[in-house]
């Protein structure tokens, strides 16, 4: 009798163990779900505000049937709208992954993409190209400046790379060294600067403060391709990148290889932020706040933190793309300005929260 007893409480353990499992599996999957939905309505609603506003009604209409409502409203929504709209989540995808994965690879949660030096190197290759007019690549027109600020970006990635291949190097040295690379090509920027002309100077501070007036259907097919590689790649590594936070000594004795995991991650880090510092600038705060509020939802499971970030990242830029336009009517101010606005207090309280808990 006092056998069977043991045993219906083992059962009644393992019940409520795998009821407990799938109750948290459905809410974090429940979870991803409304964000998609506030995605789409934001998405939507980009669209819609602007100057002449449309309803919410019409802008669905035209998106479903271009031509709807006439050519005039087909070309402001599908020509001009639209790929600002679309851009707006798919940079914010970039930046939410990137930054998920940058905190994973430092294990810090105060950690964002653009924390190894890669916004001050993509500002300076823009502002050679803007000044100089020297570039990488040669005959490229109007793209020299994306095009800089890529290659620039991916030249500082690459110099991280080497520098963990260095045997002993560990993610504090990493982190000073991205520290270091900041502050050197800020002092080169600020050189930039000085010698640029009042035109020149004023395109810098534009590009630096991060628009998405440079959008068009180019930018959102190399951009979605670039995810469309780059998410798949990842999620056949969450079980890798999930033991990583459980920490080095758990991972290794998993049987994961962290040397690679770490260079593999790095080049989508790298590949993710130079695309979206290329296309509209230095946009701070997403990659840093997508991630930490992703966590606070799903905690730290790897195979619904990335998605999760990427579509927190994506709502944070879309909903920063309709303040920015409608603050002031006729207004449209640049998404870095507004980004940082809200990014600042939210950084102040994960760095209060940060500090309770290594105090505890």
Same mark, same amino acid.
């Given at each position: 009798?006092?056998?069977?007893?043991?045993?219906?409480?083992?059962?009644?353990?393992?019940?409520?163990l795998?009821?407990?499992?799938v109750?948290?599996?459905?809410?974090?999957?429940?979870m991803?779900t409304?964000?998609?939905?506030?995605?789409?309505?934001?998405?939507?609603?980009?669209?819609?505000?602007?100057?002449?506003?449309?309803?919410?009604?019409t802008?669905?209409?035209?998106?479903?049937?271009?031509?709807?409502?006439?050519?005039?409203?087909?070309?402001?929504?599908?020509?001009?709208?639209?790929?600002?709209?679309?851009?707006?989540?798919?940079?914010?995808?970039?930046?939410?992954?990137?930054?998920?994965?940058?905190?994973?690879l430092?294990?810090?949660?105060l950690?964002?993409?653009?924390?190894?030096?890669?916004?001050?190197?993509?500002?300076?290759?823009?502002?050679?190209?803007?000044?100089?007019?020297?570039?990488?690549?040669?005959? /490229?027109?109007?793209? =020299?400046?994306? %095009? $800089?600020?890529?290659?620039?970006?991916?030249v500082?990635? *690459?110099?991280? #790379? +080497?520098?963990?291949?260095?045997?002993?190097?560990?993610?504090?040295?990493?982190?000073?060294?991205?520290?270091?690379?900041?502050?050197a090509?800020?002092?080169?920027?600020?050189?930039?600067?000085y010698?640029?002309?009042?035109t020149?100077?004023?395109?810098? /501070?534009?590009?630096? =403060?991060?628009? %998405? $007036?440079?959008?068009?259907?180019?930018?959102?097919?190399? *951009?979605?391709? #670039? +995810?469309?590689?780059?998410?798949?790649?990842c999620?056949?590594?969450?079980?890798?990148?999930?033991?990583?936070?459980?920490?080095?000594?758990?991972?290794?004795?998993?049987?994961?290889?962290?040397?690679?995991?770490?260079?593999?991650?790095?080049?989508?880090?790298?590949?993710?932020?130079?695309?979206?510092?290329?296309?509209?600038?230095?946009?701070?705060?997403?990659?840093?706040?997508?991630?930490?509020?992703?966590?606070?939802?799903?905690?730290?499971?790897?195979?619904?933190?990335?998605?999760?970030?990427?579509?927190?990242?994506?709502?944070?830029?879309?909903?920063?793309?309709?303040?920015?336009?409608?603050?002031?009517?006729?207004?449209?101010y640049?998404?870095?300005?507004?980004?940082?606005?809200i990014?600042?207090?939210?950084?102040?309280?994960?760095?209060?929260?940060?500090?309770?808990?290594?105090?505890?």
């Amino acid at each position: 009798m006092k056998v069977s007893n043991q045993g219906h409480e083992i059962l009644q353990k393992q019940h409520d163990l795998i009821s407990g499992f799938v109750a948290s599996e459905s809410k974090k999957i429940q979870m991803l779900t409304i964000v998609v939905v506030l995605l789409a309505i934001s998405l939507v609603l980009d669209v819609s505000i602007g100057p002449g506003n449309f309803s919410f009604s019409t802008v669905l209409d035209v998106l479903m049937n271009r031509e709807s409502h006439g050519i005039k409203l087909e070309v402001i929504i599908w020509d001009y709208r639209l790929p600002i709209a679309v851009t707006a989540v798919i940079v914010g995808a970039m930046l939410g992954i990137s930054g998920a994965l940058m905190q994973t690879l430092l294990n810090n949660p105060l950690a964002e993409p653009f924390t190894l030096g890669v916004s001050s190197a993509a500002s300076f290759g823009a502002a050679l190209a803007i000044v100089t007019g020297i570039g990488f690549v040669a005959n /490229v027109g109007s793209l =020299l400046v994306t %095009l $800089n600020a890529f290659i620039f970006a991916l030249v500082t990635c *690459g110099l991280l #790379l +080497l520098l963990m291949r260095i045997k002993g190097v560990g993610t504090q040295a990493i982190i000073l060294f991205g520290i270091a690379i900041f502050f050197a090509f800020n002092a080169m920027l600020a050189m930039m600067e000085y010698g640029a002309s009042e035109t020149q100077l004023q395109r810098i /501070v534009f590009w630096m =403060l991060g628009s %998405l $007036n440079r959008a068009s259907w180019m930018q959102i097919f190399w *951009g979605t391709s #670039l +995810l469309a590689i780059i998410m798949p790649f990842c999620m056949m590594r969450t079980w890798r990148l999930t033991a990583l936070r459980l920490g080095e000594e758990s991972a290794l004795s998993m049987g994961v290889d962290l040397a690679r995991l770490r260079i593999e991650i790095l080049i989508c880090i790298s590949l993710l932020a130079a695309t979206a510092v290329a296309f509209v600038g230095t946009i701070g705060f997403v990659g840093l706040v997508g991630p930490h509020i992703a966590r606070l939802l799903v905690g730290e499971n790897q195979r619904y933190f990335i998605p999760l970030s990427a579509l927190l990242g994506a709502l944070m830029l879309s909903v920063t793309s309709i303040v920015s336009k409608a603050l002031t009517p006729g207004i449209i101010y640049p998404i870095g300005i507004i980004t940082a606005l809200i990014g600042v207090p939210v950084f102040l309280a994960i760095i209060i929260r940060h500090s309770k808990e290594q105090n505890l």
